[in-house]
Nanobody
Framework: QVQLVESGGGSVQAGGSLRLSCVGT????????MGWFRQAPGKEREGVAA????????YYADSVKGRFTISQGNAANTVYLQMNSLKPEDTAMYYC????????????????WGQGTQVTVSS
């Protein structure tokens, strides 16, 4: 069973930055789509950013374009989300997720999920 572990969440003031990390283990494949979703209280879970670790395909939600950057670590099972110019509306639980190939970084649902890490942005 694939396991995903997130880290890097926390509290920051508006305009600040945070970097989230996700490490996946027990992957039966060498390449995956890996990405970040978020869910704020009372709202639906939404895709934030995703990347295909076997190529250059990426996805960003319109609300984070130009502020967030997803990248792959040296290991294919590690991804990062650099979040700059954070806004109070970015406050949510952020979940790392992975999907085996064939996969689409813009998909609204991935197969495997982490436990989540909280990001809180104060004004």
């Amino acid at each position: 069973q694939v396991q995903l572990v997130e880290s890097g969440g926390g509290s920051v003031q508006a305009g600040g930055s945070l970097r989230l990390s996700c490490v996946g283990t027990r992957y039966p494949y060498s390449r995956y789509c890996m990405g970040w979703f978020r869910q704020a209280p009372g709202k639906e879970r939404e895709g934030v950013a995703a990347i295909y670790t076997g190529g250059s395909g990426t996805y960003y939600a319109d609300s984070v374009k130009g502020r967030f950057t997803i990248s792959q670590g040296n290991a294919a099972n590690t991804v990062y989300l650099q979040m700059n110019s954070l806004k109070p509306e970015d406050t949510a639980m952020y979940y790392c997720a992975a999907d085996p190939p064939p996969c689409d970084p813009s998909a609204r649902y991935f197969t495997y999920w982490g436990q989540g890490t909280q990001v809180t942005v104060s004004s």
